[in-house]
């Protein structure tokens, strides 16, 4: 079973680049809704308005994994934006399948590296650091410890959007925007 998921975690393409059909008025600015750790039918029935109002203001989706429903990824993957994403290790089988540990994108001339984490939450972004800096990413996105995080490491920017579904220690949800001009990255927490 594992060097099936790895043959076709292999026949993945390795790096994508994305051209979003949506853009503002503003030089090449794009806008990302980066989700994490939704847990739909889990933790929460569905997604709260609070995401569903950012859907037809963004160019591009990322979700960095556990969305615990096949129902929550295809309503996603159906919008009708590039949307990326990866497994966690809350997911079903069938997302597993689907989805890759880790996906490179590069969207308006920034390189991102998205992946979800594992194992305990403190010191994760070494640990995803660790894992994809060989990848040369300007940013790496990743979830898994359920806390809102920005950090530099050397050229790389970490980001962890945080939980829709709520931080472990509280009911704090949160999720992220990037928004991405003339080759600059800036990212924006979205707490509930």
Known sequence: MWQEAKKKEDSY???EEASPKRQTQEEEKITVLVL???HIGQKLSWFPDEVLRYL???DAIIHAGDFTSEKAHNFL???G???FAVRGNMDTP???ETLPEK???TLGGVKIAITHGWGAPWGIEK?????????KPDIIIFGHSHKPLKKQIGKIQLFNPGAVCGEFSSRRRSFGLLTISSGKAKFDFVKF
Not at 127 to 135: A, N, P
């Open 81 to 83: 934006l590039p949307f």
């Open 94 to 96: 069938s997302i597993k």
């Open 127 to 135: 640990k995803v650091y660790s894992f994809l800096e060989r990848q």
């Open 36 to 38: 994490s750790d939704t």
């Open 13 to 15: 393409p390795q790096e």
């Open 56 to 58: 037809d203001r963004v």
């Open 103 to 105: 996906r490179i994108v």
């Open 77 to 79: 993957a159906g919008i």
